[in-house]
Each structure stands twice: as structure tokens, then as C-alpha cells.
């Protein structure tokens, strides 16, 4: 393929292939056209750099555009037509409240080991690896939420009484 002369005549020559491999990576056509978009933001200030052969560095930047937004997106509330289980009966529905508060009062990394460790009776190395820290972060920060926990509790108890 020869460079085309402008950027705006790559757009022009390049978009539903660029569109194509988007949407095979998103799985959805309005992610892809997002991704796209995005790419190419990206790639107009290298241009004079990259005019001569544009296709790999713009495809590079599109599969690594693709990566950042994967991660952005991992921590993020999805949402669906389904309801949820029934997660407690009416008498648990204020201790359930009560967990949700704590939990969100965490630092969100916080948050995730106490979730994959005790909610979901993962390992210390399963966590580390799902979060992508060392065995020794998911124990201090293991150590330091249940400690937030505890003293929330112990508050709540207080107050009650």
C-alpha cells in the first residue's frame, strides 16, 4: 500500500478496515467506532513521523487504546435486564445495608481483596494474581480493611446501644 498524501485521505482509505478489527476487538460497534475515533486523535500529532507507513503505529495504538480502556472498564458496574438473586431476608436487610456501607467506605483496592478473599474464598496468591499485586500487599491490605471493618462495627454497636 502507498502512503497517502494526508491524513485525512488515510481516514478516507483506512476507516472500515481500522473499523473492522475495532469491532472484532470491542465486540460492539458503537465501542469500535469509539476505539477508532480515539486512535486516531492519538496518532495526528506523530504524523509527519508516521506518514510514510501509518498502518502498523495505527494499529498498535488501536490494539493498546483497546487494552487501557479493557482496564478502565474491568472495576466498573455492568449493568443488565436481570435482577439479582434475592441476596438476604427482610430481618438480615439492615445488617446488609450495614455491609454495603463498609464496604464502600474502603479504599477500592481494599475493597477488591476483602471481596475476592472472603467473598469469594479466593487464595492470597488467586488475589494477588487476579489484582495484579504481590501476595504481601493483598495481606496488608487484607490486614488494614478488616481493621477498618472491625472499628466500624464496633461504632455501630455503640450506637445502637
Known sequence: MTAPDS???????RQAALLRTAYLLTGHAQDAEDLVQTALVKVVPHWRKIADDP??????????????RWRRRRWREVTSDALPEVLAEASDHDELLWVRAALAGLAPRQRAVVVLRYYEDRTEAETADLLG??????????RDALARLRSG???????RT
Open 7 to 13: 491524513f485525512e485521505a488515510f481516514v478516507v482509505a
Open 55 to 68: 498502518e502498523p503505529y495505527v494499529r498498535r495504538v488501536l490494539v493498546r487504546e483497546n487494552i487501557s
Open 133 to 142: 499485586i504481590s501476595v504481601g500487599t493483598v495481606k496488608s491490605h487484607a
Open 153 to 159: 462495627l464496633a461504632r455501630e454497636s455503640v450506637e
